[in-house]
T-cell receptor
Framework: AQSVTQLGSHVSVSEGALVLLRCNYS??????LFWYVQYPNQGLQLLLKYTTGATLVKGINGFEAEFKKSETSFHLTKPSAHMSDAAEYFCAVTPANAGGTSYGKLTFGQGTILTVHP | GAVVSQHPSRVICKSGTSVKIECRSLDFQATTMFWYRQFPKKSLMLMATSNEGSKATYEQGVEKDKFLINHASLTLSTLTVTSAHPEDSSFYIC????????????FGPGTRLTVT
């Protein structure tokens, strides 16, 4: 079974400041990890993903995340926040190489609302 | 590429009526579609997984007779909320996954259902 914990339901930063959104996961098998962004009344847009290979992954809009197996973490960062980054962010996990009905099923964290102040 | 649409984007219906929500993959064939429900200020809860041409697999606690899912073609899945009640009011989001062997899901824009 998988679970995802996002520390901090709300994060507030100033424009130009570092953005750090925390995600820890629990998985009995190697995971694939994702970060999604959701703007009000819209669906989810994929920011980035980790499957295999390089543990530091870069996504859209200047975001990146690092898979740290020893810490079971996949924190999302952006060096300099922009007003347009204000949204809700979800971390998600799916078991790698799972078969049957578990294949590709995403387990989401609770979400973190990012507010960016001028 | 990989665009998923939902229709309608918003719907208001009266208690006791049924409402159908469509999810379409516009530029790829979706062998699997997922239906999620999102409560206000909450995360996404997976309701069911549907594979084209077969019955949907519902998550524990989801009433299959209330939330009817049909995945009749490789580009269309529908969710019908039967005998809707105010507590069914929510944001419903679908996602679609392509051919077997791929894991990435593409999400629709969501449907806001309000039952009065």
């Amino acid at each position: 079974a998988q679970s995802v914990t996002q520390l901090g339901s709300h994060v507030s930063v100033s424009e130009g400041a570092l953005v750090l959104l925390r995600c820890n996961y629990s998985s009995s098998v190697p995971p694939y990890l994702f970060w999604y962004v959701q703007y009000p009344n819209q669906g989810l847009q994929l920011l980035l993903k980790y499957t295999t290979g390089a543990t530091l992954v870069k996504g859209i809009n200047g975001f990146e995340a690092e898979f740290k197996k020893s810490e079971t973490s996949f924190h999302l960062t952006k060096p300099s926040a922009h007003m347009s980054d204000a949204a809700e962010y979800f971390c998600a996990v799916t078991p790698a190489n799972a078969g049957g009905t578990s294949y590709g099923k995403l387990t989401f964290g609770q979400g973190t609302i990012l507010t960016v102040h001028p | 590429g990989a665009v998923v649409s939902q229709h309608p984007s918003r719907v208001i219906c009266k208690s006791g009526t049924s409402v159908k929500i469509e999810c379409r993959s516009l530029d790829f064939q979706a062998t699997t579609m997922f239906w999620y429900r999102q409560f206000p200020k909450k995360s996404l809860m997976l309701m069911a997984t549907s594979n084209e041409g077969s019955k949907a697999t519902y998550e524990q606690g989801v009433e299959k007779d209330k939330f009817l899912i049909n995945h009749a073609s490789l580009t269309l899945s529908t969710l019908t909320v039967t005998s809707a009640h105010p507590e069914d009011s929510s944001f419903y989001i679908c996602s679609a996954r392509g051919a077997s062997g791929t894991y990435e899901q593409y999400f629709g824009p969501g449907t806001r259902l309000t039952v009065t």
